[in-house]
């Protein structure tokens, strides 16, 4: 009898585990941009129709843990926009100045773009200065021998890359807005 109801414990949490719905994400495409993009955390001059939901969980963490992105791209930018839902906003201590390559263990989104090389874009909002960061590592991690087209842009945003957040009225989430040339 005690193993009856362990099974059927057991197969009782195996069936709510089945209800978590996580978002498939592969690939994405950018739209092209309807005219001047204004970097400011303000999606109003953004074409939208691209836009995705990422979520591990849909069902229970949508509200809470999710973001929703876009991308677009003209003659001089790449861009991408994020709508976290997140209940603590914009929280990233790691410093840019000396812990560079370090800021996505916290509030960041990190990035892989491949055009001719891959590069990896960390962004995030600097708790300490109060001020966007973004660092940007060319070339692919773990190659052996190394990859010899490596390097690494310390301060994007110095370099041309534009950054703005914005929190939403709640305080349970941000729009962050990027632009790479």
């Known amino acids: ?25 592969v690939g994405m495409k950018a739209a092209p941009a309807p005219g001047k993009i204004v970097i400011d955390g303000k999606l109003d001059d953004w074409d939208l129709s691209g836009e995705r939901l990422m979520c591990y969980d ?18 001089d930018n790449f ?12 929280v990233n201590f790691y410093d840019p100045k000396t812990e560079v390559g370090q800021a996505w263990k916290s509030d960041c989104v990190q990035l892989r773009i491949k055009t001719d090389r891959v590069a990896h874009v960390d962004c995030w909002y600097f708790t300490g200065d109060k001020k966007p960061s973004m660092f ?10 190394p990859d010899p087209d490596t390097a690494t842009l310390e301060d994007a945003m110095a370099a041309g890359a534009k950054q703005a957040f914005l ?15």
């Open 1 to 25: 009898m005690r193993m009856k109801i362990l099974m059927s414990a057991i197969l009782l949490l195996l069936a709510f585990a089945s209800f978590a719905q996580s978002t498939q994400n």
């Open 58 to 75: 849909v069902t229970s963490l949508k509200d809470r843990y999710s973001v929703k992105a876009a991308a677009m791209y003209d003659s």
């Open 136 to 145: 940007i590592y060319y070339g692919a991690f773990g190659l052996k021998p």
């Open 167 to 181: 929190m939403d009225a709640d305080a349970k989430g941000y729009t962050q807005e990027i632009a790479i040339p």
């Open 79 to 90: 861009y991408v926009s994020l709508r976290w839902k997140d209940p603590s906003p914009m």
